[in-house]
């Protein structure tokens, strides 16, 4: 049975940091792209990372966040990190891990379709006000 468990979840100032972990049972995280998303309230969920298998390791993400987070793998903890910097109040959201098998990835490009990924997490928070 397949697992992903988001944390590192909370409330932090404008400016501050968050790192996210998403733990991995069931399947290796070198051997699935993982991508992290959003929702805000009223807002659709919205991709903000993803990384490629560990054969590749590309690591990409939207301008709303580029240069402030950073998406990370450690295989022998089986755990992906999500380091989140500069935060502002529009970063307050959910935020999701999930997987995909790197078949249904195009090489070379993120995939920020959210029906293309086989698991999910169940989220955690990120509240950002001061």
């Known amino acids: 049975q397949v697992q992903l468990v988001e944390s590192g979840g909370g409330l932090v100032q404008p400016g501050g940091s968050l790192r996210l972990s998403c733990a991995a049972s069931?399947?290796?995280?070198?051997?699935?792209?993982i991508g992290w998303f959003r929702q805000a309230p009223g807002k659709e969920r919205e991709g903000v990372s993803f990384?490629?298998?560990?054969?590749?390791?590309?690591?990409y993400y939207p301008d709303s966040v580029k240069g402030r987070f950073t998406v990370s793998r450690d295989s022998a903890k089986n755990m992906v990190y999500l380091q989140m910097n500069d935060l502002n109040p529009e970063d307050t959201a959910v935020y999701y891990c999930?997987?995909?098998?790197?078949?249904?990835?195009?090489?070379?490009?993120?995939?920020?379709?959210?029906?293309?990924?086989?698991?999910w997490g169940q989220g955690t928070q990120v509240t950002v006000s001061s």
């Open positions: 990384i490629s298998t560990s054969s590749d390791g590309r690591t």
């Open positions: 999930a997987a995909v098998f790197p078949t249904t990835v195009v090489f070379g490009n993120p995939l920020w379709a959210l029906n293309e990924y086989d698991y």
């Open positions: 069931g399947l290796r995280v070198d051997a699935y792209a």
